[in-house]
Nanobody
Framework: QVQLVESGGGLVQAGGSLTLSCAAS????????MGWFRQAPGKEREVVAA????????YYADSVKGRFTISRDNAKNTVYLQMNSLKPEDTAVYYC?????????????WGQGTQVTVSS
């Protein structure tokens, strides 16, 4: 199995930027896809961005297209989420996830989450 640890959350003003990191350890060589999800208070968890380990497929939610970028450093087994032009509605707990199956939207392994708060 794989272990995931997120970092990089915090408080930022609207229009600002943050970069989240997700360090993977364990059975990383079998990972098929990794994704970033978020959950705001009172709302369901939603996928923000995801890509396959091979980088053949990438997905972005419409709400973040053009503002967020998912990337990866294979040497460090780390996935990043660069978030620019942040809006108050981006406030949520952000989770990193990984799977071994051929799907960008269904995940078995999750990090503990990191809080992102965007002030207006």
């Amino acid at each position: 199995q794989v272990q995931l640890v997120e970092s990089g959350g915090g408080l930022v003003q609207a229009g600002g930027s943050l970069t989240l990191s997700c360090a993977a350890s364990g059975r990383t060589f079998s990972i098929y896809a990794m994704g970033w999800f978020r959950q705001a208070p009172g709302k369901e968890r939603e996928v923000v961005a995801a890509n396959t380990w091979s980088l053949h497929s990438t997905y972005y939610a419409d709400s973040v297209k053009g503002r967020f970028t998912i990337s990866r450093d294979n040497a460090k087994n780390t996935v990043y989420l660069q978030m620019n032009s942040l809006k108050p509605e981006d406030t949520a707990v952000y989770y990193c996830a990984a799977n071994y199956a051929g799907d960008l939207f269904t995940y078995d392994y999750w990090g503990q989450g990191t809080q992102v708060t965007v002030s207006s």
